[in-house]
Nanobody, 127 residues
Framework: QVQLVESGGGLVQAGGSLRLSCAAS????????MGWFRQAPGKEREFVAA????????DSADSVKGRFTISRDNAKKLVYLQMNSLKPEDTAVYYC????????????????????WGQGTQVTVSS
């Protein structure tokens, strides 16, 4: 049974930082590209960042470039999202997702390719 469990969310002031973690179990972690998505109240879920199986390739949304960094530790089966210079518009539920990746360089941005999803963690940024 595949499980993705996010942690690290919370309340932070604008300009602050948070690091989200996603712990994976029940899958061969190094065979999966991983992604972070978010959904703000009243909005559709959107892509935030993705990382390839080995971590050699990443991609991120323009809205977070230069502020958020995705990384992974295949030995620990963890993927991270370091979020700096947070803004109120970053407030959302953040989800991690896993995509079985045939390509070692794939860092998918489309949510419909992802196979597994976590339950999400709330991030609230106050102004």
């Amino acid at each position: 049974q595949v499980q993705l469990v996010e942690s690290g969310g919370g309340l932070v002031q604008a300009g602050g930082s948070l690091r989200l973690s996603c712990a994976a179990s029940g899958l061969t972690f190094s065979s999966y590209a991983m992604g972070w998505f978010r959904q703000a109240p009243g909005k559709e879920r959107e892509f935030v960042a993705a990382i390839s199986r080995s971590g050699s390739s990443t991609d991120s949304a323009d809205s977070v470039k230069g502020r958020f960094t995705i990384s992974r530790d295949n030995a620990k089966k963890l993927v991270y999202l370091q979020m700096n210079s947070l803004k109120p518009e970053d407030t959302a539920v953040y989800y991690c997702a896993a995509d079985f990746a045939y390509s070692g360089l794939a860092a998918p941005t489309r949510e419909n390719v992802y196979d597994y999803w976590g339950q999400g963690t709330q991030v609230t940024v106050s102004s």
